[in-house]
């Protein structure tokens, strides 16, 4: 690609790609049986139906830091979700949720940056049921290794694909998940518009046209038309082809190595730090902030220079000092001079702001 855009959303990738050409570098094989959805959401609702088909649902616990889209759509829909505590920046913390939630609750846990940890709760007896969310740890070993009793990923933050999720069972022999048979407008709208989007920055990137604001506008208009979907439709064949084709591409080795390039010539900062964990991959370089004017001021140095990172959640709220959140994109479609560009971007402004 010869236009200078690092971050934020896909754009459509080719076989003849060298992008594509290395995130196929690493196959992965998976005994599990996952179900596709459109969205994470849509992946979200028809675990919980699969749960009200078996149980009736007492309390639904979400984690207090949470994503705020998944947060909205779960609250729309049940009148009895709590919220437990959690520090999402720090990672041997010992969450027990048999401490707060019973049996015919759910808990939704959620793999902070692919950096968490799970308890074991299999042997316990009455315990409550568990949704794994490992949107954010995709193939990592505890989203291969999960003994929840339900998972969900949203795989259209992690591969180059307009939308696309999955759901599975890890401990369960009955893996089939349900889709509902209904109109859902919103989603197949949201789909074709962010199909045309990830086709449009292609182009831009390419610099065939300038359409950057046109494949903006209907980025846009996509993600707010998933917030109107409310089912869990099984997605058109296309889709599912996609979605099954790139699931058996491992994301993380290619992060990895950039992740370590970008560490290695970063220079320190007092405004923010690295959220890190010896032994895991975490989702993208995620930089973390405790004032809110110097955060800001970050991003649109960044933004000046083409780098489109992600605030994670902008409207979740915490008591926690240290809690704004920048994830700079770092994978397969980003090479050493990439990264190295990245990184001289952020030493200047670290320079400039002792
Ligand atoms: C951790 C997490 N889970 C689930 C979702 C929902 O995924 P989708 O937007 O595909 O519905 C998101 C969305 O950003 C997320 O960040």
Redesign the pocket.
């Known amino acids: 690609m010869s236009n200078k855009d690092l971050g934020s959303s896909f754009y459509e990738l080719k076989p003849n790609d060298p992008a594509y050409k290395i995130l196929t570098q690493y196959p992965v094989k998976s005994n599990t049986t996952f179900t596709a959805y459109y969205?994470?959401?849509?992946a979200?609702m028809a675990v919980f139906k699969d749960i009200a088909n078996k149980t009736t649902i007492n309390k639904i616990w979400l984690p207090s830091y949470?994503?705020d889209?998944?947060i909205n759509l779960i609250n729309r829909n049940f009148n009895n979700v709590h919220y437990y505590n959690i520090d999402p920046f720090h990672f041997n913390n010992d969450l027990d949720i048999t401490e707060f939630a019973k049996d015919n609750d759910v808990v939704v846990i959620?793999n902070f940056w692919g950096l968490s940890s799970f308890k074991n709760y299999s042997c316990h007896t009455n315990k409550p049921i568990i949704i794994e969310?490992h949107?954010?740890g995709w193939l990592s070993e505890k989203c291969l290794n999960s003994k929840a009793d339900y998972c969900?990923s949203?795989l259209?933050?992690t591969y180059p694909i307009p939308?696309g999720?999955v759901a599975w069972k890890p401990n369960s022999k009955d893996v089939l998940l349900p889709y509902k048979d209904t109109n859902d407008l919103s989603i197949i709208d949201a789909h074709n518009a962010l199909l045309t989007s990830m086709q449009l920055k292609r182009q831009h990137l390419k610099r065939l046209k300038d359409p950057k604001k046109k494949y903006l506008t209907l980025l846009k208009n996509g993600e707010s038309l998933?917030d109107l979907s409310n089912s869990y439709i099984k997605p058109e064949d296309v889709l599912i082809k996609q979605i099954q084709h790139y699931y058996n591409y491992d994301p993380n080795p290619i992060k990895n190595r950039n992740f370590k390039l970008a560490i290695n010539s970063l220079k320190t900062s007092k405004n923010f730090k690295v959220i890190n964990r010896e032994g895991f991959t975490p989702f993208g370089l995620l930089l973390l902030f405790k004032d809110e004017k110097i955060f800001n001021s970050f991003k649109s140095w960044l933004i000046s220079n083409q780098i489109y990172p992600a605030h994670?959640?902008p409207n979740t709220s915490t008591n926690i000092i240290w809690r704004y959140l920048l994830n700079l994109h770092i994978d397969f479609r980003y090479n050493k001079e990439d990264i190295s560009y990245l990184v001289e971007k952020i030493n200047i402004w670290i320079k400039n702001n002792v």
């Open positions: 969205s994470g959401r849509n979200f949470y994503c889209t998944v959620n969310d949107t954010h969900i949203s259209r933050k939308l999720a998933l994670l959640w």
